[in-house]
């Protein structure tokens, strides 16, 4: 690690547990060099990351100052779900929620789609026509079971960003994330074994839990650092765990990235145990700021991690195009793929292929990530302003999911369900737990512009909240 990240380490996770309180004036380039006997450039540099990832702002001919929401409202609290591993229920609720986009009319604010009416999909739109069209007999075959070798490269070359030496040869294409996950658990477990996870939890993966059979042990989390590290090691001591599963950066649907120091430790944990992590990387390519957060695979030098992921957060859910990089567990993972889907079709590969290597998939990505963040102030507002007192709002750094905890006499299903009449559909808490806990929170999505038609609907969603309140 260079000088000036281990400076920006630390000085983040001094920003982040309140060492240094939002509006504080960080010592001075010259002072700070002085303490830490580093350059001046090793300051400035760090102190130019800070800002990129909007920690600080500089203040002309005074300093660098701790930069923040000043009257933020309150996080949700730190989960506290049942200790003991549990068998996965709430597949109807599931089923709803993805069947709730009733087509034309209706405002679904619980689904995890991107924003996908966008000009800077332009060029994909076209690549997948001109694919088709180049040569319509070899896109009638099947591919590699691995996936196209140039999808790979690509993969391969993104991957870099998050710190990851990836060969393109270590990468499997998958039909999303959810198989690159199915196929993960399948090649780490049996049915009957236990399976670490962070709560609340993307209801994907807890419901590929149930599916295969396994039990789910459901871990505290922290909405802004991530799974309690000292909850989970205390279960590992207590329970046979084969396997933990984390999305730790942007997370669905708590919206927290965890620091890199307690992405280390959490690798370090797994060493101890000897455990695999399923990484979930989804939303990592939608953190606000760049450079994004590297995760925990990148630093992973024994293959005990398997990187998950998909262009369906960062493109369009509809390609069913995700990936995985299994580490040790390559070759089993690549017999999953081979008996579930045997392997992808070839147009959307190469369409996406394509657009990445033309710098197309860049371009879209910063486009979308300023969208999501400013989206993301305005949906906070709004929530804040409307919402009934004593609602508590995740802060997102990346993606565009908002978890909300609404007062505990607010039961989501129930809000979900008189939501039916207007049209409108929220995912609630229950779903993002393995034994429906989170009863009064929800998912709302804001990737799409807040416009008066979403505004009236989040009006009406405190409404019914309101009511439910009060006949309580
Ligand atoms: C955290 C997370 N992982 C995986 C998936 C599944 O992704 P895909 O549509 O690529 O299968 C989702 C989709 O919502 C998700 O939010």
Not at 117 to 138: M, N
Not at 161 to 186: K, M, N
Request: aromatic share 6%.
């Amino acid at each position: 690690m260079k000088l000036y990240e281990q400076l920006l380490d630390d000085l983040s996770q001094r920003i982040e547990q309140g060492y240094y309180p939002v509006g504080t004036k960080l010592p001075s380039i010259r002072s700070l060099s002085g303490e830490r006997a580093v350059s001046i450039s090793t300051v400035q540099e760090a102190y130019q990351r800070l800002e990129e990832r909007g920690m600080v702002e500089v203040r002309p001919k005074s300093g660098y100052y701790v930069q923040g929401r000043s009257t933020a409202p309150p996080l949700p609290e730190v989960s506290r779900p049942a200790q003991r591993p549990l068998e996965v229920s709430h597949w109807d609720q599931v089923y709803h929620l993805l069947n709730s986009n009733k087509g034309e009319g209706h405002i679904a604010l619980g689904t995890a789609m991107p924003e996908i009416d966008t000009p800077t999909l332009k060029p994909l739109k076209k690549g997948l026509i001109d694919a088709a069209k180049l040569d319509g007999a070899a896109f009638l075959n099947y591919c590699d079971v691995k996936g196209s070798e140039k999808l790979r490269q690509q993969i391969a070359r993104l991957a870099l960003d998050s710190g990851c030496q990836l060969h393109p040869d270590e990468i499997i294409v998958t039909s999303g994330c959810q198989e690159a996950l199915v196929c993960s658990l399948r090649a780490v477990t049996n049915p009957g074994d236990v399976v670490a996870v962070d709560s609340p939890s993307f209801y994907g993966s807890t419901q590929a839990i149930k599916a295969l059979g396994l039990k789910a042990l459901e871990i505290p989390t922290h909405p802004e650092t991530g799974i309690s590290l000292e909850a989970l090691e205390l279960a590992l001591e207590q329970w046979p765990v084969k396997a933990i599963q984390v999305t730790p950066t942007c997370n669905n649907p708590l919206g927290y990235t965890m620091p890199e120091e307690r992405r280390k430790a959490l690798l370090r944990l797994a060493q101890q145990y000897d455990l695999p992590i399923i990484e979930d990387d989804i939303y990592g390519d939608l953190f606000y700021k760049s450079p994004r957060p590297k995760t925990i695979k990148s630093f992973d030098d024994e293959g005990r991690v398997l990187l998950c992921s998909s262009f369906s957060k960062t493109i369009a859910y509809g390609l069913r195009l995700g990936w995985v990089a299994p580490g040790q567990c390559t070759e089993r993972v690549l017999h999953k793929k081979f008996v579930s889907t045997v392997s992808n079709p070839p147009v959307q590969q190469e369409a996406v292929a394509e657009f990445i290597a033309q710098g197309s998939y860049e371009r879209h990505i910063r486009k979308l990530r300023m969208q999501y963040q400013h989206s993301r102030d305005v949906m906070i507002d709004l929530v804040e302003e409307l919402f009934p007192p004593g609602t508590r709002i995740s802060y997102p750094k990346g993606g565009y999911l908002l978890w909300v905890e609404l007062p505990i006499e607010v039961d989501t299903v129930k809000l979900n369900k008189r939501l039916e009449a207007s049209n409108i559909s929220i995912a609630p808490g229950v779903i993002f737990s393995a034994s429906g806990k989170y009863r009064n929170c929800m998912r709302l999505n804001f990737a799409k512009k807040l416009d008066e038609t979403m505004r009236q609907a989040l009006r009406q969603v405190a409404a019914e909240a309101q009511l439910l309140i009060e006949e309580a």
